[in-house]
């Protein structure tokens, strides 16, 4: 399964934008970018996924770079409510049998009032 | 309701016990995964079901670990002769298809005594 590198924790402060990055140089052609995100106590959901170009959504936005080497997740203004574990996950949706989502540990994201 | 059901939320069992945990998925999702979280860590997969066929039990930790979905819907994970480290909250997933977004349930969180 191809890897993806995040920091362990970030720091940010409330009603600031917050970029998360995520490396994962060995990243194959046929692999979208995933990330999802897991609130305290609860299980983890989707926020956004790409392949190449740069994906918005009304959660967040997806930056890729052009070699597809690594990414970032632009949140643009962050509440308290932010505050979660943020996992960068390479998913092959080409195949038939290997659906499953493989996790790593994230990137813990602490929002300051 | 409209989301991933998941029961019970919270199980104690004496070690060696046996404990059976419930999944019910969105209905018309084909794809069921399980995951299985330790504190401080990122969910493990644990298996995947399309429709009643288990496609992949890769994750399960040991024979004492088995699922099933008999009629392509509800899913239940059971642990035989539970051990402490068996003490973890378990997640289930599901999805329109193998590919799509996976929506979790709450998770259920198990802890052996």
């Known amino acids: 399964d191809a890897k993806t590198t995040q920091p362990n924790s970030m720091e940010s402060n409330e009603e600031e934008p917050v970029h998360l990055p995520c490396n994962h140089s060995?990243?194959?052609?046929?692999?979208?970018i995933h990330w999802y995100r897991q609130l305290p106590s609860q299980g983890p959901e989707y926020v956004i996924h790409?392949?190449?170009s740069n994906v918005n959504n009304r959660m967040a936005s997806l930056a890729i770079a052009e070699d597809r080497k690594s990414s970032t997740l632009i949140l643009h203004r962050a509440t308290l409510r932010d505050a979660a574990v943020y996992y960068c996950?390479?998913?092959?949706?080409?195949?038939?049998?290997?659906?499953?989502?493989?996790f790593g540990k994230g990137t813990r994201l602490h929002i300051l009032p | 309701g409209a989301g991933v059901s998941q029961s019970p939320r919270y199980k104690v069992a004496k070690r060696g016990q046996d404990v059976a945990l419930r999944c019910d998925p969105i209905?018309?999702?084909?794809?069921l995964f399980w995951y299985q979280q330790a504190l401080g860590q990122g969910p493990e997969f644990l298996t995947y079901?399309?429709?009643?066929?288990?496609?992949?039990k890769s994750g399960l930790p040991s024979d004492r670990f088995f699922a099933e979905r008999p009629e392509g819907s509800v899913s239940t994970l059971k642990i035989q002769r539970t051990q402490q480290e068996d003490s973890a909250v378990y997640l289930c997933?599901?999805?329109?298809?193998?590919?799509?977004?996976?929506?979790f349930g709450e998770g259920s969180r198990l802890t052996v005594l």
């Open positions: 997933a599901s999805s329109v298809r193998g590919s799509g977004e996976l929506f």
């Open positions: 060995t990243i194959s052609g046929t692999d979208y």
């Open positions: 790409g392949l190449t």
């Open positions: 996950i390479l998913r092959d949706v080409g195949g038939y049998r290997d659906d499953k989502i493989i």
């Open positions: 209905s018309g999702h084909v794809s």
């Open positions: 079901f399309q429709n009643e066929a288990q496609l992949d």
